[in-house]
């Protein structure tokens, strides 16, 4: 079996990850070590992390491959250019020189770049590059439980390819129908992110957690959506979409949308990031949000048609919005949905891998038992007790450290029960853009304050945003409706009827902050507005430390669901190590952090200096 290493890389979120004798060992974005959310780099401390772990070096690699192909999104590029000319020469001026320079050439890149690691045959290592929608269908479909399936890929765009529909079977993958560019889901989406005032690539989810806050009942909803679907994009009765390209800027230009164009169409100017949300702003989200799942519907009930599968297989960006998941799921139009979990362009590195490893050396599939192949996502780096002693060393902290982990489990439990916000480490970091466990800030569900303290004092971040519970696998039919499983955080379902609270009759004309201050639920921490909640089902056989913290909880509390927010403040990667944990905790408000088997008591450390300097460091994401 062939030793593999995918890469992802030079646009956004990118990782790398390493297949050993065809077995999957290590996985991890760039942003992780470097501290820069969303690093664009060459992955070179994720390839270091990665061979590290798979105790390789590059000589004994079979094979790097790259997730997608640069001459192919050059030829676009070009293309695109010509089409839309005159419009556009401000971009292809910024953008050309840096495609000359370093893209055009890329097997010259990417063979410097791992010079730097490590000696190796440059005329004997090979260099792959797949189709990028072909990389995420790999991401997808090769870690599912399923023997065949059909593969939904939808994002912003690969190199022509903006959604794809294709069939895996066994090793193979065939491409059925695909989308191309300028008409993507993904970028129609981003552009309403865009216009709302978020960052386009890293704040797509908050749109998706302010479209409840829209009044469902208001007129401006169904004014919206006609607004969308008359002058912004037909929609076909498979799921293809036409976006009218007067209304776009990112074809050719450096926005994603023409600003004034947009301002006339919806009546209201475009939001900046700062500015303070407005009724508008909710209706318009809610509005977006609809139509988006509308098309992910279609396209869904298209590969029914075509693939004729009861299993389907979900990856790109668009594949991280949970809600419409969640809608996907209840539809009824697949019995069984698996989502990739690094469903981003962070999980191409592994889908390039998984690629190169059944398309091009042609091995044989064993189909992954028990959940998935993801090993639960827990793929990164994993912290020692001896990270945690170095990190005591150097800022002479004062932990407490437990022989016996079912005793830091029961007092962890106890502190949570009492109100505490706890940063928590434990184990190997999760692959993709969920906080799984291992690298999570927790907190009660039950406490009705716990999601403004988490919002405002924790994480410096917008007060609408809402917070995920983690609860047992076996126990989730208790709390939501939905008997399934969700081990990745990426399904959305409602609370069940017996843990909501009656609304006021006048709930739809509140204002935002009103409505996020109402008590919805007995578990009003994890319940959005709309009674729903993003679920992520813990099973013990994937994480058992995390799995008996909430048992402990549970037995303290009745509850077997914990609050679980990823660790790290607004606009900062996921901590890492443990000394980016120590230093997390110190610069907010939390009150206790536990890393392997040590606790750490903020009122027992020494006084930190550096509180507010991640203010500078870490920008509005």
């Known amino acids: 079996m062939p030793n593999i290493l995918g890469i992802s890389a030079y646009y956004h979120d990118s990782a790398a990850a390493i297949l050993r004798d065809g077995v999957l060992i290590a996985a991890a974005q760039e942003e992780r070590f470097t501290r820069k959310k969303h690093d664009p780099g060459f992955p070179f401390n994720a390839v270091n992390y990665c061979l590290e772990e798979a105790g390789l070096g590059i000589q004994q690699l079979d094979a790097v491959v790259f997730y997608d192909k640069p ?21 292809f001026l910024k953008g050309m020189p840096v495609w000359l320079k370093e893209k055009l050439f890329l097997k010259r890149a990417l063979r410097e770049e791992l010079a730097k690691i490590g000696d190796f045959d440059k005329a004997a290592l090979k260099l792959l590059f797949p189709e990028h929608h072909l990389s995420h269908a790999a991401s997808a479909f090769y870690p599912s439980p399923f023997e065949s399936s059909a593969i939904l890929t939808i994002d912003g765009v690969g190199e022509w390819a903006t959604a794809s529909i294709c069939y895996g079977d066994g090793k193979n993958i065939k491409i059925l129908r695909e989308l191309r560019f300028p008409h993507s889901l993904g970028l129609f989406y981003s552009a309403f992110t865009y216009f709302l005032g ?99 519907l279609l396209m869904a009930k298209e590969a029914k048609r075509l693939t004729g599968s009861e299993n389907l297989c979900l990856a790109g960006g668009v594949a991280l919005n949970c809600v419409s998941n969640g809608k996907l799921q209840v539809s009824g139009i697949f019995q069984n949905v698996f989502i990739q979990p690094a469903a981003g362009d962070a999980g191409g590195s592994l889908g390039a891998a998984l690629a190169a490893q059944y398309l091009y050396f042609g091995e044989e599939r064993i189909t992954p038992t028990g959940l998935d192949g993801m090993q639960g996502s827990y793929l990164g780096p994993a912290c020692s007790e001896r990270d945690v002693q170095l990190v005591t060393r150097k800022y002479r902290a004062i932990g407490l450290h437990f022989e016996q982990f079912e005793d830091l489990a029961d007092k962890t439990a106890q502190l949570l029960a009492e109100g505490n916000v706890v940063g928590w480490v434990q184990g190997r970091m999760e692959f993709g853009p969920r906080a799984l466990g291992n690298r999570s800030i927790l907190g009660d569900p039950r406490n009705p304050e716990m ?72 578990l009003p921490s994890i319940t959005h507005i709309d009674f729903s909640a993003r679920i992520q089902t813990v099973h013990q056989e994937t994480n058992p430390r995390y799995w008996s913290l909430i048992e402990s909880f549970r037995k303290i509390t009745g509850i077997a669901v914990i609050v679980n927010t990823s660790f790290n403040v607004r606009g900062e990667p996921i901590v890492c190590t443990a000394e980016d944990a120590y230093r997390c905790f110190m610069r907010t408000e939390m009150d206790f952090l536990v890393v392997g088997n040590t606790l750490f008591d903020k009122t027992q450390q020494p006084e930190w200096l550096e509180k507010d300097g991640w203010k500078e460091e870490f920008v509005l994401d």
């Not at 007067?246 to 050719?252: L, V």
């Open 71 to 91: 001459l192919l999104k050059f030829e676009r590029l070009l293309e695109t250019y010509y089409a839309f000319a005159p419009r556009g020469l401000r971009s």
């Open 198 to 296: 978020f960052r386009v690539n890293s704040g797509e989810y908050k749109l998706m957690g302010l479209a409840p806050y829209g009044n469902p009942e208001s007129p401006d909803i169904a004014r919206y959506i006609q607004v969308i679907e008359n002058e912004l994009v037909d929609i076909h009765e498979d799921g293809s979409i036409w976006l009218n390209q007067r209304y776009f800027d990112y074809a050719t230009g450096l926005r994603m949308v023409n600003d004034a164009d947009w301002e006339r169409l919806f009546g209201f100017k475009k939001r900046q990031p700062e500015d303070p949300l407005e009724a508008h702003h909710c209706n318009l989200g809610l509005a977006i949000q609809q139509v988006t799942e509308r098309v992910v």
């Open 451 to 522: 999601q403004k303290k988490l919002n405002v004092k924790i994480k410096y971040r917008e007060s609408f945003r809402p917070f995920a519970p983690s609860v047992q696998s076996e126990r989730v039919a208790e709390y939501f409706e939905y008997q399934g499983i969700s081990p990745y955080m990426l399904l959305v379902h409602p609370v069940n009827n017996s843990h909501r609270k009656p609304l006021p009759n006048d709930y739809n004309q509140l204002s935002v902050r009103d409505k996020l201050y109402q008590l919805r639920s007995d």
